[in-house]
T-cell receptor
């Protein structure tokens, strides 16, 4: 079993929809949680970074961490075609090593 | 440099040849990671360096794959006797203590 599980998709939604992307994990020691966005033919870039449980909002994006369930989510409101990308979750216990999910491909149709 | 630099950006090689992929991490970042993304596949972990040592090599798919890092900086991923299934984008990332990982733009390897 992988430490971090992420549904690869693809996920296809109409423009304006609310998108929910999720990851589950097995290591209860993870404390730092991240979401990366990767456009086609580009390297992943950090989108959201949260510590421990709770919510963090940035514009149309909300990151949610539920440590009791070992479950993290990224919500995208009013999705746009420009949000079409691969979204990767990542987490770490602290220190250096980061563990990544495999990524979910999202398509937002105009 | 300001970001993680990978070279070459594209590489076409003949089956059976050896290739070397280079990663130049952000200055001061002691952690370095190599990943692979095959067409339509997810991100696949290959190897993690802490300084010059590699405490986790568990993702290297076969003994044709090796990586080294010298001076706590530049890393080279070597693939010997390349096969067509090695065709993928190879991504490098680096991080400092308690920071997020920063990725390079990747090397697109095509084995023909």
């Amino acid at each position: 079993q992988k430490e971090v599980e992420q549904d690869p998709g693809p996920l296809s939604v109409p423009e304006g929809a609310i998108v929910s992307l999720n990851c589950t994990y097995s290591n209860s020691a993870f404390q730092y949680f991240m979401w990366y966005r990767q456009y086609s033919r580009k390297g992943p870039e950090l989108l959201m970074y949260t510590y421990s449980s709770g919510n963090k909002e940035d514009g149309r994006f909300t990151a949610q961490v539920d440590k009791s369930s070992k479950y993290i989510s990224l919500f995208i409101r009013d999705s746009q075609p420009s949000d079409s990308a691969t979204y990767l979750c990542a987490m770490k216990t602290g220190g250096f090593k980061t563990i990544f999910g495999a990524g979910t491909r999202l398509f937002v149709k105009a | 440099g300001a970001g993680v630099s990978q070279s070459p950006s594209n590489k076409v090689t003949e089956k059976g040849k050896d290739v070397e992929l280079r990663c130049d991490p952000i200055s001061g970042h002691t952690a370095l990671y190599w990943y692979r993304q095959s067409l339509g596949q997810g991100l696949e972990f290959l190897i993690y360096f802490q300084g010059n040592s590699a405490p986790d090599k568990s993702g290297l798919p076969s003994d044709r794959f090796s990586a080294e890092r010298t001076g706590g900086s530049v890393s080279t991923l070597t693939i010997q006797r390349t096969q067509q299934e090695d065709s993928a984008v190879y991504l490098c990332a680096s991080s400092a203590y308690n920071t997020e990982a920063f990725f390079g733009q990747g090397t697109r390897l095509t084995v023909v």
